[in-house]
């Protein structure tokens, strides 16, 4: 039995701790409200962009594909920080909200950079346009490159929202907000020949360049790399195991690579043709000849002598415990530096004139 000292002090301190809870509680609404404000103008004032150091950043706004659920794997979406300079490389369903979430503001977004047209890869383009047109303050619509039928794909979302502008138009403040800058700026990436790469800028610190992957035999497919100050990341958008990739992706310091595991992939449509849901197995089995597995994806990194190598677009999704080292296979003993399985938050760090990788998950829940 404790000391009648001892239980007289803890009594005492019972009822402070339940006076300052009573406290606590009666005035919650002020103390949330407060904290919410700070919390909101911070975030609405201060962009992630500002306390990373000069260099080239390469984020996942977006780590899986289109294939179910996952929770951790959004679909595609890659954002690219080159200095103060911020870019987006596909627009999967939940870009704007995870590039928000990272503390990076939709209306900072300078250009979007298309893969390619299959929905997965443009299902969350009209909110992110849509967002940067009332945050910018610009000038000038948001440009959108992509190859052939990107005209087509910006044009039909600029009139799919274009009630909801004039809207916005007719209740906003005129000075936040002008029709002249709304929609995007669609701009066809053109090749005079398959294998050639296109300049798309070019700048004393920076060079953007395009190059076609052929993913698929049905849509023109576009790769990107990105260069600011001696430092380098390709991008592959959806493709399956290409020798084009080992040529374009030489040196560069980081490899963004598209990624699905066959064995796993195998075991989803063992399940479908088993349900008796042949067209959904024809499409697994379609799905697993337009993408690279991680094995293939590393030895493209071997081979291109690439420094760091970033997964993405990751299918299918690796919920269950386990998943991630079949799905990784032999891929670390293919390729000799650092791989990681991306998620949606995931920011690899490359300062300027440096060798160093630094990498880190900027999701904030609020």
Not at 18 to 40: C, D, F, T
Not at 172 to 201: C, E
Not at 215 to 223: E, K
Not at 266 to 285: E, M, R, W
Request: hydrophobic content about 45%; some cysteine; aromatic content about 8%.
């Amino acid at each position: 039995m404790l000391p009648r000292i001892l239980r007289s002090k803890l009594f005492i301190f019972a009822l402070v701790l339940l006076a300052l809870s009573a406290s606590l509680y009666a005035y919650r609404q002020p103390l949330l409200e407060r904290i919410i404000q700070v919390a909101v103008g911070h975030r609405l004032s201060v962009s992630n962009a500002a306390y990373l150091p000069d260099g080239l950043h390469i984020a996942l706004c977006g780590a899986g594909s289109q294939f179910l659920v996952d929770p951790k794997r959004s679909e595609p979406c890659v954002l690219v920080l080159a200095g103060q300079q911020l870019f987006v490389v596909g627009a999967g369903n939940k870009s704007t909200q995870i590039i928000e979430s990272m503390n990076f503001g939709a209306g900072e977004v300078k250009a979007i950079f298309l893969t390619s047209f299959h929905s997965y890869q443009i299902n969350g383009l009209g909110q992110l346009l849509n967002w940067n047109w009332l945050l910018a303050k610009s000038d000038i619509p948001l440009p959108v490159l992509g190859p052939k039928g990107v005209e087509d794909v910006v044009s039909s979302l600029n009139l799919a929202y274009a009630i909801d502008s004039r809207f916005k138009l007719d209740t906003l403040n005129p000075k936040n907000l002008s029709y002249v800058s709304y929609g995007g700026r669609p701009i066809t990436i053109h090749f005079d020949k398959p294998d050639d790469v296109a300049t798309i800028s070019k700048t004393k610190d920076l060079e953007v360049l395009a190059f076609q992957v052929n993913a698929d035999s049905n849509a023109q497919s576009l790769g990107y790399i990105f260069r600011y100050k001696g430092r380098s990341a390709l991008i592959t958008g959806d493709i399956s195991k290409s020798a084009n990739i080992v040529e374009r992706a030489k040196n560069v310091d980081l490899l963004v690579h598209d990624a699905l595991s066959p064995v796993l992939m195998q075991a989803y449509l063992n399940g479908a043709v088993k349900s008796g849901l042949t067209h959904v197995s024809d499409l697994f089995s379609t799905i697993m000849t337009q993408h690279t597995s991680p094995e293939e994806a590393a030895q493209t990194a071997s081979r291109a002598a690439v420094k760091y190598l970033l997964l993405s677009g990751i299918t299918p999704p690796l919920q269950l415990p386990g998943a991630e080292g079949i799905f990784m296979g032999q891929a670390k003993k293919l390729y000799n530096g650092p791989i990681k399985i991306g998620v949606d938050g995931d920011v690899v760090s490359m300062p300027a004139y440096s060798d160093e990788f630094n990498l880190r998950n900027l999701i904030t829940r609020f």
